[in-house]
């Protein structure tokens, strides 16, 4: 299994970006996606996951208003859409994967991702 994430670099505040996570590999089973980040000197933590039907979707409070999390199940990819981005929302941006009847996206029932991608890093400018 390989998750690959892109679409990261160098943003303005207020401006946007769109994450991609392609995953490989991820047959047989459901999985639940989701990302996270990890900021400097800051432990990783959610930003957002989707259900593997896509009929359902968390997000962090922090990204809750600017954040749209979609995926393309045929195609084994997933995206995050941030609008508005801030100073804050620097960081590395990790996909993650995890089977579905362990995780339904719900991040207060998180218990670990099965996969991670290696991160895109996201900066954003003032």
């Known amino acids: 299994v390989q998750l690959v994430e892109s679409g990261g670099g160098l943003a303005q505040a207020g401006g946007s970006l769109r994450l991609r996570c392609a995953a490989s590999g991820l047959t047989s089973r459901t999985y639940t996606m989701a990302w996270f980040r990890q900021a400097p000197g800051k432990e990783r933590e959610f930003v957002a996951s989707i259900s593997w039907s896509g009929g359902a979707t968390y997000y962090a409070d922090s990204v809750d208003d600017r954040s749209t999390i979609s995926r393309d199940n045929p195609g084994n990819t997933v995206w995050l859409q941030m609008n508005s981005l801030k100073p804050e929302d620097t960081a590395v941006y990790y996909c993650?994967?995890?089977?579905?009847?362990?995780?339904?996206?719900?991040?207060?029932?998180?218990?670990?991702?099965?996969?991670w991608g290696k991160g895109t890093l996201v900066t954003v400018s003032s």
């Open positions: 993650a994967a995890a089977a579905s009847e362990v995780w339904s996206g719900a991040p207060w029932a998180y218990h670990g991702a099965d996969y």
